[in-house]
């Protein structure tokens, strides 16, 4: 089985400072991890994948994740937020060859910037 | 193209009540979901399908039923809402290659259905 685990429920921090969102994972498999961003009242967004190949993962928004095999992390981290940024952010796996493609989720961390 | 539509957006139910929360996808998908998302428990997943007429229990399948007969719907039945089941409800599509090749895929989300069940 699988598991998610973020790290921190809430992450407040002032804009233009440099964010961390933890996520660890615990699996007997191989996965590949994503992280999705969820604005207020809306469906949630892919932000992005690590999928294989070079362990630090660019997505949109100026976010990135580093995938660490040894510690089974994919921390999201971004250099400077900005108030656009406030969302929940989950991090989830799916497993190699599992059907249907199913993710698991983490419990989410509450991103919130103040000017 | 309007991607993954949810209908309704909002729906307040009795307890003992059934309702049908729809999904449909125009991206030609043929895997689809439906989870629910309570505050600091992320998103379980309730059902999913994997190709249209074939479905499957995920983690919290329990009080819940669903339909797969086309593929671009997916729909989430209550039989007899309870206050446990009072959440927020997406549904998502992906694209999942089958085969000895491994699956994965971006999956994407509606906008949610919110429902309380008093």
């Excluded at chain 2, 030609?28 to 998302?37: A, D, E, I, L, P």
């Excluded at chain 2, 992320?42 to 007429?53: D, M, N």
């Excluded at chain 2, 007969?69 to 999942?96: D, I, M, R």
Aim: net charge neutral; hydrophobic share 35%; glycine share 8%.
């Amino acid at each position: 089985a699988q598991s998610v685990t973020q790290l921190d429920s809430q992450v407040p921090v002032f804009e233009e400072a440099p964010v961390e969102l933890r996520c660890n994972y615990s699996s007997s498999v191989s996965v590949y991890l994503f992280w999705y961003v969820q604005y207020p009242n809306q469906g949630l967004q892919l932000l992005l994948k690590y999928l294989s190949g070079s362990t630090l993962v660019k997505g949109i928004n100026g976010f990135e994740a580093e995938f660490n095999k040894s510690q089974t992390s994919f921390h999201l981290r971004k250099p400077s937020v900005h108030i656009s940024d406030t969302a929940e952010y989950f991090c989830a796996v799916s497993p190699h060859y599992n059907q249907g493609g199913k993710l698991i989720f983490g419990q989410g961390t509450e991103l919130s910037v103040k000017p | 193209n309007a991607g993954v539509t949810q209908t309704p957006k909002f729906q307040v139910l009795k307890t003992g009540q059934s309702m049908t929360l729809q999904c449909a996808q125009d991206m030609n998908h043929n895997s689809m979901y439906w989870y629910r998302q309570d505050p600091g428990m992320g998103l379980r997943l309730i059902y999913y399908s994997a190709s249209e007429g074939t479905t499957d229990k995920g983690e919290v399948p329990d009080g819940y039923n669903v339909s797969r007969l086309k593929k671009q719907n997916f729909l989430l039945g209550l039989e007899s809402a309870a206050p446990s089941q009072t959440s927020v409800y997406f549904c998502a599509s992906s694209w999942v290659s089958s085969g000895s090749v491994s699956q994965v895929a971006e999956q994407f989300f509606g906008p949610g259905t919110r429902l309380t069940v008093l």
